[in-house]
Nanobody, 126 residues
Framework: QVQLVESGGGSVQAGGSLRLSCAAEDGTSTSYAMGWFRQVPGKEYEFVAAISWSGTSTYYGDSVKGRSTISRDSAKNTVWLQMNNLKPEDTAVYYC???????????????????WGQGTQVTVSS
């Protein structure tokens, strides 16, 4: 079973940047589609960004489009989410997910991912 290890969350002021990382560890060379979702208490998970297993396709939620970049090192099964010009409304717990056989717009669907990380808190103050 793959395990996801997340890091990079923290507290920043509005306008600042953070870089989240997520490493998929399963002892194999399997490449997973990877996605980031976020959640604030009392609300549903919100799609943030995703990248295909090959790294050739990327997807972004409307709320972060133009401010965030997702990238990956497929050899290491590691994904990074660079978030710039952060806003207070970006405050949430960010979760990394990994999935197999994820195609096209499925990358933006929470249910497409099979395994999730423990989450990392991002807090943006005004």
């Amino acid at each position: 079973q793959v395990q996801l290890v997340e890091s990079g969350g923290g507290s920043v002021q509005a306008g600042g940047s953070l870089r989240l990382s997520c490493a998929a560890e399963d002892g194999t060379s399997t490449s997973y589609a990877m996605g980031w979702f976020r959640q604030v208490p009392g609300k549903e998970y919100e799609f943030v960004a995703a990248i295909s297993w090959s790294g050739t396709s990327t997807y972004y939620g409307d709320s972060v489009k133009g401010r965030s970049t997702i990238s990956r090192d497929s050899a290491k099964n590691t994904v990074w989410l660079q978030m710039n010009n952060l806003k207070p409304e970006d405050t949430a717990v960010y979760y990394c997910g990994a999935g197999l056989e994820v195609e096209g717009s499925e990358h933006m669907m929470f249910a497409a991912y099979d395994v999730w990380g423990q989450g990392t808190q991002v807090t943006v103050s005004s």
